[in-house]
């Protein structure tokens, strides 16, 4: 006799397996029946789904983009994730479209330099311009014990490591830390 499911020969009546037979007796009697359509290829689905698996994985290429636009979005704007205007996580557009997460590790960067400004006295140290975040820079007093650029670094600022590298500099305005560098350049 052979088995009703995968056709190898066996010695009981109906199948060669208990996996043969729950094969068998679910497709027979589903336990959620199929109640929705495929909205791409209108196959008989269940509801809690909008596509069938053949068109999931790709297997209908036409209807993809049509499956990308209903799964994948940026979560902070929604906008439909495209291969422009999102990067890639190994085989998925990853959870935020470009300018979302540019925007996002903007604020972060910002927001740590806010925090290293406040510890060097929110001013420049020789002529104590504060007002613009974007004017103030950090300068090294000693270069030769710089371990790294603090503006490389602004995102760890909560590390140790961090503030004792601040530690080593004094929070200038731009044009005072142009001067620092090239004293020799004077207009006179």
């Given at each position: 006799m052979n088995c009703k499911v995968c056709q190898k020969e066996t010695l009981n009546a109906s199948y060669c397996s208990s996996s043969c037979s729950a094969k068998d007796n679910n497709s027979k009697h589903p336990?959620?029946?199929?109640?929705?359509q495929c909205e791409t290829c209108?196959?008989?689905?269940?509801?809690?789904?909008?596509?069938?698996?053949?068109?999931k994985k790709g297997l209908s290429k036409e209807f993809q983009p049509e499956i990308q636009e209903e799964i994948q979005r940026?979560?902070?704007?929604?906008?439909?994730?495209?291969?422009?205007?999102?990067?890639?996580?190994?085989?998925?557009?990853?959870?935020y479209c470009k300018d979302c997460k540019k925007s996002k590790a903007r604020k972060i960067c910002n927001n740590a330099?806010?925090?290293a400004i406040?510890?060097?006295?929110?001013?420049?140290?020789?002529?104590?311009?504060?007002?613009?975040l974007a004017a103030l820079q950090f300068h090294h007093l000693d270069p030769t014990k710089k371990d790294?650029?603090?503006?490389?670094?602004?995102?760890?600022?909560?590390?140790?490591?961090?503030?004792?590298?601040?530690?080593?500099?004094?929070?200038?305005?731009?044009?005072?830390?142009f001067e620092l560098h090239n004293p020799l350049l004077d207009i006179n």
């Open positions: 336990k959620r029946k199929l109640e929705g209108n196959t008989p689905i269940k509801t809690i789904t909008k596509f069938c698996d053949d068109c940026c979560k902070q704007c929604n906008v439909i994730s495209t291969e422009e205007n999102s990067y890639r996580c190994k085989t998925k557009f990853c959870t330099k806010l925090l406040r510890y060097k006295g929110s001013k420049c140290s020789v002529c104590g311009y504060c007002k613009n790294f650029a603090i503006s490389k670094a602004l995102v760890t600022s909560k590390s140790e490591v961090f503030y004792n590298e601040l530690d080593k500099t004094i929070l200038v305005c731009s044009n005072c830390h």
